[in-house]
């Protein structure tokens, strides 16, 4: 690396040889910080453990094995108090440091602990058969709280149930509301919460498709497709095509406004104008999870609304589409059906509403078995949960979510020109496409991609470090008191290895200085061991010739 050279990492012919130095680097930098980690037998055979559960205990061991030889088995980190952590987060989802936060401690007590609280504790079962005050109270608040300020004429009534988690919600809504012959199309990066409730679903293989992740074009064929396939139905019944035109089916479109993975912002504006344009009958639909867009982004007057209200639709569903009255767009109508808002990310509690209409919300309380089936929110969760939207709505997380995206944006900026003026190869790490690149950057992107040359995006409060070695990074980032870390398949597809660094309110920049500089480091150190290696297969090899 003399002179300011880049470094060109040749390919390798033996590959048998690069991949064991590369597992051999792996497991030296991981060794280095192992301590930081929930040790456990690697055996098949756990420690102590004295029953074999005969083939049940064979099978299970030997697919925990499998995924031991592979990297990919999941454990958990170990124990720890939140807000007397010795590293750094870069980890968890509490994005704006309310778990912490004390005013946000000081309001929940003084609400929990308010003479005029009826109940203190639980939530004594299901919703169905108690339905304490404070639940509905919440449901009622938040509806006014994600609805439109200002309602016209065409707005509806949106209704809010609360669900224990997110994952619930989805769950329940996808298994229920789409009906036999009906159609749904997911963004390929949909949270498996929503994939658990298609496969539940009373919806047929052919009738649920993927589109390439925030891909209008993608999102557009498909439409094309299922809108106008000659191909002749195998059955007596009217074909999917026919269905669609007629409006005897339903489309749904499901997406995240912030996927959590990557920190990409769904296109919701142009999905609506397609779906709006494209269905006469208005029988297409779209799905918005909100979960890790609540609490930080919004229109300035409800700042923490989320995605979906900060591009304004927000009047639901037929509503006419814009954050104000002048510049609500005539002839698109609103096709957000649902939207589902998560309390256990930036808002610090636990739990979610699903904001929708009327008959759905009921067909839901007579269907939905995780709604039904289970024992609801514990009331100082709903609690909790109060205190954290009087925060958002007092403007208390206003300046905790610029704070947080002001951030993002150094970091991008930052870690770019870093990359670029350290020579780093994309192929060793780099931020994905929608990120600014800076210019000594962008000759660096590997030539077969043309993603960088996607139009960047607003900052989001998450970073996904593309990388082949997501567990060297992590480990480095860990010795030097970060906490960052390796998200592998099967959690996101084959190749998409990342160390996924989620920024908080309560990160300063002296940490995202420290993060960079930990990431160059280690690419540096990383492309200097293998440039090292490469020259020492080169002498083998010559060696290996020349007795020949």
């Known amino acids: 690396m003399s002179g300011g050279s880049i470094l060109r990492l040749k390919p390798i012919s033996h590959l048998r040889k690069a991949r064991a130095y590369a597992m051999s680097l792996l497991k030296k930098t991981a060794d280095a910080s192992q301590t930081s980690f929930r040790e456990e037998n690697s055996s098949t055979q756990p420690s102590g453990e004295t029953y074999h559960l005969g083939a049940l205990g064979s099978r299970l061991r030997a697919a925990l094995a499998s995924r031991e030889a592979r990297s990919i088995r999941r454990r958990l980190p170990e124990p720890s108090v939140l807000g007397t952590q010795s590293l750094i ?88 509301i789409p009906q036999p012959g009906d159609v749904m199309i997911l963004d390929e990066y949909i949270h498996a919460s929503v994939w658990d409730g298609v496969r539940a679903s009373r919806v047929t293989e052919d009738c649920v498709k993927t589109f390439e992740h925030n891909s209008i074009e993608s999102l557009r064929a498909i439409l094309d497709l299922l809108l106008n396939d000659a191909t002749p139905s195998n059955t007596n019944s009217a074909s999917i095509p026919e269905r669609l035109h007629s409006g005897a089916s339903s489309l749904f479109i499901a997406v995240e406004s912030l996927y959590s993975m990557d920190g990409t912002l769904a296109p919701l504006r142009e999905i609506n104008k397609l779906l709006s344009k494209l269905f006469s009958r208005k029988n297409a639909y779209l799905i918005v999870d909100e979960a890790h867009a609540t609490g930080i982004y919004g229109p300035p007057d409800r700042p923490g609304c989320g995605r979906v209200s900060q591009l304004g639709l927000d009047g639901g569903l037929g509503s006419r589409v814009g954050v104000t009255i002048k510049d609500m767009v005539d002839g698109e109508d609103c096709r957000v059906l649902a939207r589902l808002h998560t309390f256990g990310k930036a808002l610090a509690g636990s739990g979610a509403i699903l904001l929708t209409t009327p008959t759905l919300t009921s067909y839901l309380i007579n269907y939905a078995r995780p709604l039904i089936y289970t024992t609801a929110l514990a009331h100082p969760n709903v609690v909790l949960v109060e205190a954290a939207f009087d925060l958002m709505v007092e403007g208390e997380t206003e300046q905790l979510s610029a704070h947080l995206l002001s951030l993002s944006a150094y970091l991008t900026s930052l870690l770019q020109n870093e990359l670029g003026q350290n020579q780093i190869p994309a192929e060793i790490v780099r931020l994905p496409a929608q990120f600014p690149s800076s210019p000594q950057r962008q000759n660096l992107y590997s030539s077969t991609s043309t993603s960088s040359f ?46 996924r660094v989620c920024l908080h309110a309560g990160n300063t920049r002296g940490d995202v200085e420290a993060l960079v500089n930990g990431v160059v480091d280690w690419a540096r150190k990383w492309m200097k061991q293998m440039h090292d290696e490469q020259k020492k297969i080169a002498v083998e090899d010559s060696q290996t010739q020349s007795k020949l």
């Open 89 to 176: 987060d870069f980890t968890s989802n509490d994005y704006l440091s309310l778990s912490t936060s004390p005013l946000l401690r000081t309001r929940f007590l003084e609400k929990i602990t308010a003479k005029s609280t009826e109940q203190i504790l639980g939530s004594a079962g299901s919703r169905l058969l108690v339905n304490p005050d404070a639940h509905d109270r919440l449901e009622r608040r938040l509806e006014n709280v994600f609805a439109r300020p200002t309602r016209n004429e065409s707005d509806t009534p949106q209704v809010g149930i609360l669900f224990n988690s997110g994952f619930d919600a989805n769950v329940s809504f996808f298994t229920c």
């Open 454 to 499: 996607i139009v960047p995006q607003p900052p989001t409060p998450i970073l996904p470090l593309l990388t082949p070695y997501p567990r060297p990074l992590s480990a480095h980032l860990l010795s030097l008191g970060m906490n960052a870390r390796p998200i592998t398949w099967p959690t996101v597809p084959r190749g998409k290895e990342r160390v």
